[in-house]
Nanobody
Framework: QVQLVESGGGLVQAGGSLGLSCVVS???????MGWFRQGPGKERDFVAA????????SYTDSVKGRFTVSRDNAKNMVYLQMDNLKPEDTAVYYC??????????????????????WGQGTQVTVSE
C-alpha cells in the first residue's frame, strides 16, 4: 500500500508564493510523480510532473515560468513551488504517484489515468 500526503496549502494574495510538499510512504519503489488541481465546479487537471530521476519535468502552459516541481528521493518527497500566484490558481491541489520500471525512470506522466496513487489534496486559495 502506498500513501501520499500533501501539505503547504493556504490563503495567499495574488502575486504571492506558496510551496506544496508531498510525502510518499508505504511500499518502497520507483515512482513518477505529478501534481494536479481541481477548481470549483471543474475537472481535475494536470499541473506539473517529474520523472523518477528528476531529469525530466513537464508543466501545463498556464503555470510555466511560475511553478517549479522538484523531488528528493532520499526523503520520499516531491515539491511544487508556486510563485506569482493568480486567482485562477485557486483549487485543491493533489499529488499523484505511479510506479515505473527501470526503462521508464526518466518519463513524465501527464494524465489522470496514468496515476494509480493519489493524496487527499490541499486547498490553495489566491485572493485578488
Amino acid at each position: 500500500q502506498v500513501q501520499l500526503v500533501e501539505s503547504g496549502g493556504g490563503l495567499v494574495q495574488a502575486g504571492g508564493s506558496l510551496g506544496l510538499s508531498c510525502v510518499v510512504s508505504g511500499r518502497s519503489s520507483s515512482y513518477a510523480m505529478g501534481w494536479f488541481r481541481q477548481g470549483p465546479g471543474k475537472e481535475r487537471d494536470f499541473v506539473a510532473a517529474i520523472s523518477w530521476t528528476g531529469g525530466a519535468t513537464s508543466y501545463t502552459d498556464s503555470v510555466k515560468g511560475r511553478f517549479t516541481v522538484s523531488r528528493d528521493n532520499a526523503k520520499n518527497m516531491v515539491y511544487l513551488q508556486m510563485d506569482n500566484l493568480k486567482p485562477e490558481d485557486t483549487a485543491v491541489y493533489y499529488c499523484a504517484a505511479e510506479e515505473v520500471v527501470l526503462a521508464r525512470h526518466n518519463i513524465v506522466l501527464q494524465t489522470n489515468r496514468e496515476y494509480h496513487y493519489w493524496g487527499q489534496g490541499t486547498q490553495v486559495t489566491v485572493s485578488e
